[in-house]
């Protein structure tokens, strides 16, 4: 496929925006049993809305994807059948409660709402973030099942690709959460870098297998079956026209693969090694710049992964367009 | 119920792209609007098409064959571009089985194309809508025509008789008839997508001619002309047969 730059974008900044909303509930969750400190609010406040800031940034580059954006509200309606559809009303429910879940730690507007069999008080800042930590991970099955649902792009169509959206998402979310808690709540520093280097470790895993698999895999429709001659030797010789079409504009990147096999070193560096360095460091000497750097470095690396996963995807129809004339 | 398709016969497609030009020109003159046509003339001709004639050459010198292979939309029985598409632009019609986009409800967000394997689905560079081969729906129902020309504007021009057209669920059609005896297939099968536009394989033509049917078994002086007149006092055939 031909990345899309729109998609590059809405996918990693919703994925961060993501992990951020999550990390943050870590914490408060982790809080309101007494196994942290309480923080101040503001660190939730200002998390929140970062989360809800890369999430409408998110949002906006998805426009520039649509050619007709003006229309874009009709694509809510196939949420029965289309994953995209679902994540056109995941990602506005869970923009909404992202929103609110900062302008109640902003204003301090946090009422008690009820309280647990152990008599211990839940706030609607607990409520919001629990419905705000399921709609986070509907959001990311949404988003990777678009890509994974199409049955014969091999590269897509496999559960690692859901498994790595949550991972990817999830290790740039608690990257940021780790560097906003560097300058807002020291104390719970350590634990937010520790838990994005285990995340960014498992994504590592996940993503390192699913290269792995992509490898390995043959493509399962051949020049044989798309025209349906059986005969070793076929050879494309006329595509039926010369100027150029949507089909080949759309399904291919255009690189070689010199290109591209040193931008998937790329982003296996600045994705997962080096952001693992940075946060090690970062976690040691708690020092804020090191892990502002360590998650600038990795949503830059992830911009670069996001384009590699899109154009790592043999479609099928490209047997059509091989040959000029 | 109907599920309308075109059947091509490989075996008889010359690749002269009337198909090509005459669908062109009929859609873009349609109630749809133009399709994009940029640089007609010019270096790089670009533009929107429901159909196209590619050229393979299967096997390996001398012994190749060229093979002419229309392609538009197949028409899916189980189309992947329909649960895709986020707006319910793209639909199948429960009534003829005809795939269509409605241009007024795309959003033009091309998922419909990724989901396409055969690549059959092209983004309008003007309109900014997904659009395809709609087997001439605002043709075949049209009543003003005669039944002769209520066909789609491909299989009207096809010289050769090339594609069929008509209602691949009726066993007793045509087109029924032609992927039966024929030995229509379908294009990638292994995508779980069952195209109702099926293809007719190329077929040897062999006459097989047995020695004594060019040579007469009666004419012992291996001379096809006139036999000798037996003489008036040889015995005929009659004289020598037991019958």
């Known amino acids: 496929m031909n990345p899309a730059y729109s998609v590059v974008f809405l996918t990693t900044l919703i994925g961060a925006g993501q992990g951020l909303f999550l990390a943050l509930f870590t914490i408060e969750s982790y809080a309101a049993f007494g196994l942290l400190p309480p923080q101040s609010s503001d660190f939730y406040a ?27 509200w009709r694509s809510a309606t196939q949420w029965r059948t289309s994953w995209l559809s679902r994540e056109v009303i995941a990602l506005p429910a869970f923009m909404g409660v992202s929103f609110l879940y900062g302008v109640a730690h902003w204003t301090g507007v946090n009422p008690v709402l009820g309280e647990l069999y152990s008599g211990m008080p839940v706030n609607i800042t607990a409520v919001l973030g629990v419905a705000g ?13 678009i890509y994974a649902c199409v049955r014969f792009i091999r590269e897509w169509h496999s559960p690692l690709t859901v498994i790595n959206y949550i991972l990817l998402g999830g290790a740039s979310g608690f990257s940021m959460a780790a560097a906003l808690a560097a300058y807002m709540a020291p104390a719970v520093m350590p634990l937010l870098a520790g838990w994005a280097l285990i995340i960014t470790t498992l994504g590592l895993i996940g993503r390192g297998a699913s290269l792995i698999r992509n490898a390995r895999l043959k493509p399962k429709s051949t020049l044989q079956t798309a025209i349906g001659i059986k005969h070793q030797h076929i050879v494309q010789k006329s595509m039926g026209l010369m100027g150029g079409s949507f089909n080949t504009r759309e399904f291919f990147h255009g690189q070689g693969a010199g290109r591209l ?10 994705v997962f090694v080096v952001p693992m360095g940075l ?3 970062g976690l040691v000497s708690a020092s804020g710049e090191v892990l502002v750097l360590a998650c600038v470095v990795q949503y830059l690396g992830l911009l670069v992964e996001r384009w590699f996963f899109l154009a790592q995807s043999y479609h099928p129809q490209n047997l059509y367009y091989q040959s000029v004339s | ?7 091509i016969d490989l075996n008889v497609c010359v690749g002269c792209h009337a198909c090509v030009t005459n669908c062109k020109e009929w859609n873009t003159s349609g109630e749809a609007g133009p399709m994009v046509d940029r640089n007609p003339y010019g270096k790089d001709p670009n533009g929107t098409f429901f159909n196209r004639v590619q050229t393979f050459e299967v096997g390996e010198f001398p ?3 060229t093979v002419h292979f229309p392609k538009s939309c197949l028409h899916c029985e189980e189309p992947p571009c329909v649960p895709v598409c986020p707006t319910g632009a793209s639909y199948k019609r429960k009534e003829d089985g005809i795939v269509l ?17 055969y690549g059959a689905r092209e983004l309008d560079a003007d309109q900014r809508v997904m659009k395809k081969c709609t087997l001439c729906v605002d043709r075949i129902y049209d009543t003003t025509m005669t039944a002769e020309e209520r066909r789609p504007a491909c299989v009207r021009a096809c010289p050769t008789s090339a594609r069929l057209f008509g209602d691949i669920h009726d066993p007793d059609s045509e087109v029924s008839h032609a992927i039966r005896e024929a030995g229509g297939y379908q294009l990638m ?11 007719l394989p190329r077929r040897k033509v062999k006459l097989r001619i047995r020695e004594d049917e060019i040579e007469r078994a009666d004419n012992p002086l291996k001379i096809d002309g006139q036999l000798p007149k037996p003489g008036k006092a040889e015995p005929t055939l009659d004289d020598v047969s037991s019958w």
Not at chain 1, 133 to 145: G, I, K
Request: charge should be neutral; include cysteine; aromatic fraction near 14%.
């Open chain 2, 63 to 65: 012994q190749t064959e």
């Open chain 2, 101 to 117: 986009v409605d241009y007024d409800k795309c959003i033009g967000c091309k998922y419909c194309s990724w989901a396409c394997p």
């Open chain 1, 279 to 281: 946060l090690g460091v």
């Open chain 2, 1 to 7: 119920m109907t599920q309308l398709a075109l059947v």
């Open chain 1, 261 to 270: 096999r040193s931008l998937k070193w790329g982003f296996l560096l600045s």
């Open chain 1, 133 to 145: 930590s399921v709609l986070a991970f509907a959001l990311f099955v949404c988003t990777a099942m």
């Open chain 1, 46 to 72: 200002l998390g929140g809305e970062i989360s809800f800031a890369l999430l409408s940034l998110g949002l906006f580059a998805s426009f520039f994807h649509l050619g007709r954006p003006e229309r874009a």
């Open chain 2, 189 to 199: 099968p292994e995508c779980g997508t069952y195209p109702a536009n099926h293809y």
